[in-house]
């Protein structure tokens, strides 16, 4: 059961780790907010052959100002909650980006 106390945002030893519930599907992509313990984001591709992983990783890569080189989508490749690996930044920078409040899980 995931915990209220985790943050969507964590650092790690290569950068940041992020937490994400995908939506696709959408209209365009965007972040939406929360949704529990992840950074609801709805992307403008299909669930099919990767397109939306894709989108995803051009996402992030564009909002965080890194290559999409630096985006690594590490657990979820075939589900909605995915966990992504973004080099090159901290997670005071993504929280920032994201705007949310410093939280216990991720420290900067």
Known sequence: ????????????????LLT?????NAIHSHYVGVHG???KIRIASPPVDGAANE???????????????????KI???????????????SRQALGIFKLENTPGGHS
């Open 1 to 16: 059961m995931p915990s209220s106390h985790l943050s969507p945002i964590q650092d790690s030893a290569e950068g940041v």
């Open 20 to 24: 994400i519930h995908v939506q696709p």
């Open 37 to 39: 313990d992840a950074l």
């Open 55 to 73: 989108a995803l990783r051009r996402f992030l890569s564009e909002q965080l100002a890194v290559s999409m080189s630096q985006v690594t989508i």
């Open 76 to 90: 979820g490749h075939g589900a909605r909650r995915k966990r992504v690996l973004v080099k090159g930044v901290t």
